[in-house]
């Protein structure tokens, strides 16, 4: 549990309640950076915030109103303090600020399966993103981004599994792509600030190859200030790829306009490894495959067979599922380019990038502080034969 608050009533209160509720003692931190820093940053997140009423940042305000916060915000109100639209708040009072602190976060509320209601929400607005972080392996520096889409409306917060297979059905998966393309570099351009932080999201197959494709995404890029280069596609695996050479054109296609592709989610024994051989700017790696390498040299060997033909071709190789420091270790010693994962951040809300990235881009974070599993030692991988 973290405390940002100064007045001492609102610390005592605060002490008081975890005392009642039998808790470790909170972690004082004095700014609203510091906050977002320990809410998104690498590891597990704090299950609490409690916050002085009156001492939160914009960035932060927009964390506690978000629904996919893992983190439950608490804002602790003085006498006379009128309340704040959107926000959970109680009294400076210990009891009262315990049974607070105790009680079960809503669920997510799913809606009923009425295409009518998705393209309503398309059209009103609805859609959102939230920011999947990754950082580069050799130097724990933050370089990019992914999109993640979610559906908000009042009494509904819907993550992409929940809707996006709604949407194809209903023939709105070209347009949920746009208004996701738009609303992420929207986001990106106003929040990434000086640092060149690039973006990708997920396209399905029958998108990528309509010829049209690089045209008005270039054109939405170049109206919020980003350039074809900052953008990367993930070709999700959810599309048998039946014409390979109509997907080579589609690639050739959008690498001319200066856009790359990424195949998405590549697992152990996959059988889309045969589309390696084509224009491909890189292979994200399938979570269960990361997870695996510690203790499965399979998985390892695997890896490092699509690392060397990355190599051979200039791709980049981004590993998923990267949680702890056994997982780093092991997709750094296999030569994987990039980390995506909860031990990297959490998708956060595009308002809490600043704070993701000051967190990473800090001189003095010498090693990704990521939390240690109770797991052995893993070893290197063996060498293979040639």
């Known amino acids: 549990m973290l405390l940002l608050a100064r007045d001492p009533h609102v610390i005592a209160a605060t002490r008081d309640a975890v005392r009642r509720m039998a808790g470790p003692p909170p972690v004082l931190v004095s700014t609203s950076a510091e906050a977002l820093s320990h809410m998104v940053g690498p590891g597990n997140a704090p299950s609490h915030l409690v916050v002085e009423s009156g001492a939160g940042s914009s960035a932060l305000l927009t964390a506690a109103r978000d629904p996919f916060n893992g983190t439950d915000i608490i804002f602790v109100t003085r006498p006379g303090e009128a309340p704040s639209a959107g926000l959970r708040q109680v009294p400076a009072e210990g009891a009262r600020l315990a049974a607070a602190l105790s009680m079960v976060a809503p669920g997510v ?98 998108d990528l190859v309509k010829p049209d494709l690089p045209i008005w995404l270039g054109l939405m890029a170049a109206r919020v200030g980003l350039s074809p280069a900052d953008i990367l596609l993930e070709l999700t695996e959810s599309t048998q790829v039946r014409d390979r050479a109509l997907l080579r054109r589609a690639l050739h296609r959008l690498r001319l306009a200066g856009f790359g592709v990424l195949l998405d989610d590549l697992a152990l024994d996959d059988g889309r490894r045969r589309l390696l051989d084509l224009p491909f700017a890189g292979v994200k790696l399938d ?50 380019d990039l980390a995506q994962g909860f031990g990297v951040g959490r998708p956060l809300p595009p308002a809490a990038l600043p704070a993701w990235i000051a967190a990473w881009s800090a001189a003095a974070m010498p090693e990704p502080q990521l939390p240690e599993p109770q797991l052995p030692e893993p070893q290197l991988p063996e060498p293979q034969d040639p």
């Open 109 to 206: 509320v799913l809606p009923a399966s009425d295409a009518a209601a998705l393209a309503a929400g398309l059209d009103r607005g609805e859609i959102t993103v939230r920011f999947q972080p990754m950082v580069r392996l050799t130097d724990r520096r933050p370089v990019m981004v992914e999109a993640l889409a979610r559906w908000e409306r009042p009494g509904v917060a819907l993550g992409a599994n929940a809707f996006i297979p709604l949407a194809e059905r209903a023939g709105l998966a070209a347009k949920l792509t746009a208004t996701v393309a738009q609303r992420a570099m929207t986001d990106l351009a106003a929040q990434r600030g000086g640092h060149r932080i690039r973006l990708s999201f997920n396209i399905p197959l029958s």
């Open 287 to 336: 979570r269960k495959l990361v997870i695996a390498m510690p203790e499965e040299r399979r998985a390892r060997a695997e890896v490092e067979r699509i690392v060397r033909h990355a190599r051979r071709n200039n791709m980049l190789v981004i590993a998923e599922g990267v949680t702890d420091t056994h997982i780093w270790r092991a997709v750094a010693a296999a030569g994987c």
